[in-house]
Nanobody, 122 residues
Framework: QLQAFGGGLVQSGGSLRLSCVVS????????MGWFRQAPGKEREFVAG????????SYRDSVKGRFTISRDNIKNTVYLQMNSLKPEDTGVYFC?????????????????WGQGTLVTVSS
């Protein structure tokens, strides 16, 4: 079970940190990803991290602004979001994948959290 929290309303240029706690399974073996979905749009990949914290991946539009990290002791994955823009607005979901490599495809991920809303005002 995955539970995401930390969303909220922030002004453009502000920061938020999202957290996702995994309460079952062997968290340390999962690839973890963050996705987002804006109103009327498809869910899109934001960032991913493998279980050894060796590899990370980001969509181009968030590179240099967002940082994904994980704490395998706390079973938690984080998404630090800085320099937020109105186009970052959406529901953010965390997801877990039992595969071997980070994927941007939603179909690959086995487990999903309920989502947390991020709203960036201009």
């Amino acid at each position: 079970q995955l539970q995401a929290f930390g969303g909220g309303l922030v002004q453009s240029g502000g920061s938020l940190r999202l957290s996702c706690v995994v309460s079952s399974g062997t968290f340390s073996r999962y690839i973890m990803g963050w996705f987002r979905q804006a109103p009327g749009k498809e869910r899109e990949f934001v960032a991913g991290i493998n279980w050894r914290v060796i590899n990370t991946s980001y969509r181009d539009s968030v590179k240099g602004r967002f940082t994904i990290s994980r704490d395998n002791i706390k079973n938690t994955v984080y998404l630090q979001m800085n320099s937020l823009k109105p186009e970052d607005t959406g529901v953010y979901f965390c997801a877990a994948d039992l595969g071997a490599t980070i994927s941007a495809r939603t179909a690959v991920y086995n487990y999903w959290g309920q989502g947390t809303l991020v709203t960036v005002s201009s």
